[in-house]
């Protein structure tokens, strides 16, 4: 009944496009980088030139090494950070939802519990007290941001899992005796696809935002290029007192471009599983196109005599 | 019937809606014509997806995106202050259309609790309606007259302080035909108001919506997949399908000799309320997909008696019988060398009378 | 009522956890956080400073945990929170002078967004199919971006470059504290432009949401029940709004979490006295009792803040009110 293909709407291609573009630069970036971002032998303050794409830094260091170099461990930490995030909840999610009774009850408390607690000071508070070596390594902070991050995730998956426990097919299942976990996996699972990719897409989303801002906070090793490291020093070093827009922008930017890309995707993937919200006019191009006025207004059906139009139904 | 049914409410012709815009789009309501007169009852019974929905909303400029009227003409025959006018609803503007909505034509729809707004008690929805009536009555007149129209369905006046969820599915239908009822209009659209209701509840509405009729004469559309709820109240029948009418005649004719294959496949799916035990045979198959509609008659690939000719000609809507009814089916086509099964024929007609 | 004392339920046991939590992190954190703090501070401040942290801590104690959270406990009940290495005062005195700014700021910030974001994504949701649908790219990006990256960019625009407004610091430190005309008027000065960096960047958030919910609730048969009635589209537009906000008071409990944590940030950038700022300066120098301090007053002030959306909600949903909704 329900096709798997995610609307096709220009939202979703260009966010997918954008991802597409920072994936792509989280593979090669370091390669393509045309300096080391840690060499500070250029001449500081450089507005953008052919030299210098991006300009260069009160450090003399060229900002644009800097971005693609810590383009990988920014999206890296993020994936990381959604997957173990999307995991922690798909898991708590299946088994309050589908379980229920005493389980339900304690895994909800246990992500309300998540939901409640602010994360970022939380998270802060953890980070501080991990050893200073740990607190470099992106796979230990990913899994912290992880462990604050998934309660969101859960709720969701939790009430779509309720409501698709008592459906014919997993009763069916049940009556033919398939294990608890092969119907959670195997008849609830792919039903709850769409859901998923919606929260870990979100996760995503937080993760890259929560790892960039612990790293502007300077609580990661200031010494590992990400784009939150690199607005850490433009902070400490006062680059928007100084009006140095070329060192701020680039990863200022494109941390919201990767937010941004993340959000347009979501936004298919919500007009998916709540098809009221598909866009059930006319964008004004295509409604030019077939000759309406204006855009139909609810309690103002539209007259549009046939005479002018061709019946497309019937070839 | 008196003589007030001759004059007219609502007069439709040549009505057909689309879904969709430019190529995308499917034809949901074609080529649909009739009348109705004056504190008359038309049903209109038809599957899901047959269009009769989209015809009343459609006539009522209700309908959502991506609908669109494609052709005909709607006249309204308004009635109260502005008698004797002729309202052309397809070329109204929406600031016309608002002085006509509700208080010449009001509508209940299926499910009561999707309805009305939940966060309101009944009381501010009846306010708000007689308020946009009438500006200058006062708050305890239209109080006055709410407690008026709930005593109408048998309600009492304490159901003014509730809210929508404090109120049984039945209770909640009768506060929305009270409420239909609140400004007097001359045509109150029924879509489907009973269905989500349990069978004894769906009897004693329809027997006080005739009652009401009777006293208040207003005229009724009373939209339904239940053949013989009709029978009880309408004075005419229209039977749909895949958006065309496919027979149209007095209610008891139509029940007691239908003449369309589609119409007795219809009465099959429903027990009678009263009368004998009839074994339920339904229609086989499924509605035709209106994006890629069958060629022909839309019915064939369900109909028994189909032949040759209805797979590649679509019948068109003819009156027989002295005009007083109308069919769209080649069997009664006076060309037609078919042999037309007992059930459908003339002579079925003799069953009228037994207590259908 | 049950689902009012389970609510409640949810944050005493938060409340709980986060208490425990303090207890319980430094004790049990790899590689002793506690233990090389002690030895990163020895000479540099009073011996008596190294005992009550070590005291606070559960530091060559030889009491079972059981009794130390006991003790724990106790000082929390004194509104005893330890003493700021740092600043060489109690935490909770610290915090007190503090936290009135934070809350002024993002409380202010809160409420002024949520307001204008809800009202715009009323209006959005309204005219969908519209030209104003362009707005949504632009409100997905701005959402997108980091609260602290816009604040830097109104810096360098309004007063690095222009002059337009004042940059560090809460007021004109001229002025002496007080409830003078001049003293207030200075304070609302300074909070202009951290105050206008929050807003525009929590506002796209609620913009977007409200506008989902009210396509949504556009689409329900009250709302064409309403244009049936023959009302002005402005009644219909209001019918679907009241109904279309209930969502998003029930998820102010996410999104207040993420906008004080967002906002945080803000004062550091702005150099605003307050808990975030101190949060920042806490962890750089290594004062988890003060630290532990400023966690415990966010968590309890986002548990209040998520009580009152709550009561917010019974306010506005009669649902809530009766016993015979499920």
Known sequence: ??????????????????????????????????????????????????????????????????????????????????????????????????????????????????????????LIVINSYLPAGEQANPLVVGLVIALTGWAWGAR???????????????????????????????????????????????????????????????????????????????????????????????????????????????????????????????????????????????????????????????? | MNEDSLVPVLDVT???????????????????????????????????????????????????????????????????????????????????????????????????????????????????????????SSKTARQERAIELLALVGLAADRLQRFPHELSGGQRQRVMIAMALALRPELVIMDEPTTALDVVTQREIVSELYELRQKLGFAMIFITHDLSLLVELADEIMVMYAGEIVERAPAVELHGAPRHPYTLGLMNSFPPLQGDRVRMTGIPGSPPNLKSPPGGCAFHPRCPSAHDRCRTQAPPLVAIEDGHRSVACWLHDSSSTEVVPVSLSRRAASRIGQGA | MRTALRRLGIYVFTAWATITANFVLPRLMPGNPIEQLIGKLQGRVTPEMIAAIKAQFGQGLNEPMWVQYGHYWGQLFHGDMGVSITLSAPVSQVLSSQMWWTIGLIGTAAVVSFIIGTALGVLFGWTRGSRADSIIPVATFLQSVPYYFLGTILIMLFAGTLHLFPIMGAYDSSLNPGWSWAYIASVLRYAELPLTSIVLSSLAGWMLGMRNMMVTTVSEDFVLMAVAKGLPRRSVMWHAARNAVLPSVANLALTIGLLVSGSLLVEQIFNYPGVGNLLVSAVGNEDYPLLQGIFLMITFTVLGANLLADILYYVLDPRTRTASVN
């Open chain 1, 156 to 315: 969701v998956l939790r009430a779509q899992t309720m409501s698709l426990r008592d459906r014919d097919f997993v009763e069916a299942a049940r009556i033919i005796g398939e294990s608890r976990w092969r119907i959670m996996l195997g008849e609830i699972g792919p039903n709850l696809l769409p859901i998923i990719a919606a929260s870990f897409l979100f996760t995503i989303l937080y993760s890259v935002g929560v790892y960039t801002t612990l790293a502007f906070l300077g609580l990661t090793n200031v010494a590992t290029w990400n784009w939150g490291t690199m607005l850490y020093w433009a902070q400490t070093n006062n680059a928007a007192l100084a009006n140095e827009w070329w060192w701020l922008a680039p990863p200022g930017i494109a941390i919201a471009l990767v937010g941004t890309s993340l959000a347009l995707i979501n936004f298919g993937i919500d007009e998916f599983i709540n098809p009221r919200l598909r866009a059930a006019g006319l964008t004004a191009r295509q409604r030019r196109r077939v000759g309406m006025a204006r855009r139909p207004r609810l309690g103002f059906t539209p007259v549009q005599r046939s005479e002018v139009r061709k019946k497309g139904a019937s070839s």
């Open chain 2, 14 to 136: 040549n009505f057909s809606v689309d879904y969709g815009y430019g190529d995308d789009a499917v034809r949901a309501v074609s080529d649909v014509s009739f009348s109705l007169g004056r504190s008359q009852v038309l049903g209109v019974a038809g599957e899901s997806g047959s269009g009769k929905s989209t015809l009343v909303y459609g006539l009522t400029r209700l309908l959502r995106a991506p609908g669109v009227i494609t052709s005909g003409e709607v006249t309204l025959h308004l009635a109260g202050e502005r008698n004797g006018e002729a309202f052309n609803v397809l070329t109204a503007s929406e600031d016309e259309l608002r002085q006509v909505r509700w208080s010449q034509v009001s509508i209940v729809m299926q499910s009561a609790l999707n309805a009305l707004n939940p966060l309101r008690r009944v009381g501010k929805e009846f306010d708000e309606v007689l308020r946009r009536h009438d500006r200058t």
């Open chain 1, 1 to 122: 009944m329900r096709s798997m293909r995610v609307p096709r709407s220009p939202k979703v291609l260009v966010g997918l496009c954008i991802l597409g573009i920072f994936i792509l630069l989280t593979l090669i970036g370091p390669w393509i980088a045309p300096y080391d971002p840690n060499d500070t032998s250029f001449v500081p303050n450089l507005r953008p030139s052919w030299q210098h794409l991006f300009g260069t830094t009160t450090l003399g260091q060229d900002v644009i090494s800097q971005l693609l170099v810590g383009c990988r461990v920014t999206m890296v930490v993020g994936f990381i950070a959604g997957t173990l995030a999307t995991i922690i909840s798909l898991v708590v999610g299946l088994a309050a939802g589908y379980i229920g009774g005493r389980t339900d009850e304690g895994l909800s408390l246990l992500s309300n519990v998540f939901l409640a607690i602010p994360g970022l000071p939380l």
